[in-house]
């Protein structure tokens, strides 16, 4: 059993403890459950998808990287599919309180990069902050978004968030979470500090960056960026930037590569390269934040994927 989740566990009923102890023992467990592994695990509690949620909170909770609050948080984003996805807030030592990851921001850019069309709800452990509730208003559930919280009743966002400023207030109408195109599908590439001889049909790392950034959401700056890690097993974990309409709830690339590594249970410390990709002579760029942060996690081989339309 995966020490995280060993006290988690003990408090759940044995019927369901039964039934999700191996789900969770997995060597692949990735910090999701499929809509039939939900239907499964609420026969075996005899609960509806809300109480299973609470009772969840605890392993989603586990997640956390809190070096700095100790305060841990965790998120379960509820999609469309029946999905459930975890998010936890992640915070890193030596770079900037900034690029510190709430737990909503992460289960829902967890359930974004797994391909969630859609959130119906949200449950959270902790009221969500300011940041966070702004951060909510960018997804194409808007205000009729759920959050349920333990002990209250559920409300949607728009009850959290009154009198919201978001995306078509700025007459935008690609929302995160709504398919898009790729704006860099048929794009060029210019090599930054990469080998010419490498270029990223033959990088399977270059090419995840770069399909991240063709997925990335940037409807107010178009500055589309994607990050790639390579943990020390080989492994690839892609991140794509998720902008926001109040600018500063906007979620790097890189901390969106961070929470899949995290979901899968690797630690942050054990990168062994990346790539961040991004439009040439953008409006702004993450390479400087994204440079500082991977240094603070002690990796230093960072390459940067120009890309131009």
């Not at 509820?78 to 309180?97: C, H």
Request: charged share 15%; proline share 6%.
């Amino acid at each position: 059993m995966i020490a995280r989740f060993v006290p988690a566990l003990a408090a759940v009923s044995p019927a369901l403890r039964a039934a999700l102890a191996p789900l969770i023992d997995q060597h692949d467990f990735a910090g999701w459950l499929s809509a039939a592994q939900v239907k499964q695990l609420m026969q075996a509690g005899g609960v509806d998808e809300d109480a299973l949620c609470f009772m969840l909170l605890p392993f989603a909770a586990a997640y956390a990287v809190t070096p700095l609050s100790h305060f841990d948080v965790g998120a379960i984003a509820r999609g469309i599919s029946g999905n459930l996805y975890f998010g936890a807030n992640m915070e890193f030592v030596a770079a900037p309180l900034q690029q510190t990851v709430h737990a909503e921001q992460s289960a829902i850019a967890h359930a974004w990069l797994r391909g969630e069309k859609r959130l119906r709800a949200l449950t959270v452990n902790y009221t969500p902050c300011g940041h966070c509730r702004q951060f909510m208003n960018e997804l194409n559930s808007g205000t009729d978004l759920i959050i349920c919280l333990p002990e209250r009743p559920a409300a949607t966002l728009g009850s959290y968030l009154p009198d919201a400023f978001g995306p078509r207030d700025l007459a935008i109408h690609s929302l995160l979470l709504d398919d898009i195109d790729q704006p860099f599908a048929a794009a060029a590439w210019l090599d930054h500090g990469l080998s010419a001889s490498s270029p990223a049909d033959n990088d399977p790392l270059l090419g995840a960056a770069l399909a991240a950034a063709s997925r990335s959401h940037a409807p107010y700056s178009q500055s589309h960026s994607g990050v790639a890690l390579q943990g020390q097993d080989g492994r690839i974990y892609a991140g794509r930037y998720a902008e926001n309409a109040a600018f500063n709830p906007s979620l790097p690339p890189l901390q969106a590569a961070l929470i899949l590594m995290n979901a899968a249970g690797v630690d942050n410390r054990q990168i062994k390269r990346a790539v961040l990709a991004e439009r040439q002579n953008a409006s702004i760029t993450q390479w400087p934040a994204t440079c500082a942060t991977l240094a603070a996690l002690g990796c230093h081989e960072v390459h940067h994927l120009s890309l131009s339309l």
